[in-house]
């Protein structure tokens, strides 16, 4: 077989190939929400900002240590309610310690388990190990939705991955 039957054959095959729709090239693409804005108590966004018809709130929260590990001291135990119509398996949010100038000391993600379709009220606790628990003023939610948050990036699958993702946790130090 020639040289020119094979350059010929091999641009046969390609053409086929782009004509089929299985091109050599991904065109991933990711893209990351805004965090919206914290406070007390959030009307739980999705990922284009509109309400999932969950609100969280933070009904009270306190210094003590963890009753499993209490040789580590202090840690930020808080109480949260989620209220409304339920999503699959429900909504989470960021709840995050923060200074008097809403710095944030520490945060975990807090799934709700609401139940599917009905209204719904659940409650729950959870604690915050932090560096200086005696600088937390307030414990915040941050509104956006994280349930989504296991998503694949194009970094990680370019075939399967990319899409709409909820925005990182916000990090020690940042201002909320």
């Known amino acids: 077989m020639s040289v020119a039957r094979m350059v010929a054959g091999a ?10 729709g299985c091109g050599f090239v991904w065109n991933c693409t ?4 805004e965090r919206g804005e914290a406070d007390v108590r959030v009307e739980i966004v999705d990922l284009d900002e509109r309400p999932v018809g969950v609100t969280a709130e933070v009904t009270g929260w306190r210094r003590e240590p963890h009753p499993q590990v209490p040789e580590e ?9 989620f209220e409304g119509a339920g999503q699959g398996t429900g909504p989470a949010v960021d709840a995050c310690a923060v200074d008097e100038d809403r710095v944030v000391l520490g ?5 709700s388990d609401v139940d ?8 729950g ?7 200086h628990p005696e600088r937390a003023a307030e414990v ?10 296991d998503r694949r990036t194009c970094e990680d ?13 916000p990090e020690p130090g940042e201002r909320l």
């Open 73 to 81: 001291g202090d840690q930020i135990h808080f109480d949260v309610r």
């Open 125 to 131: 606790d959870g604690y915050l190990a932090v560096d």
């Open 11 to 20: 641009g046969s095959v390609l053409a086929l190939i782009g004509l089929s």
């Open 140 to 149: 915040l939610l941050v509104p956006n939705d994280q349930s989504t948050h």
């Open 157 to 169: 699958d370019v075939k399967d991955g990319g899409g709409a993702h909820p925005p990182d946790a």
């Open 116 to 123: 599917f379709g009905g209204d719904t009220t659940d409650t």
């Open 30 to 33: 990711d893209s990351t929400a």
């Open 107 to 111: 945060c975990q993600t807090v799934h």
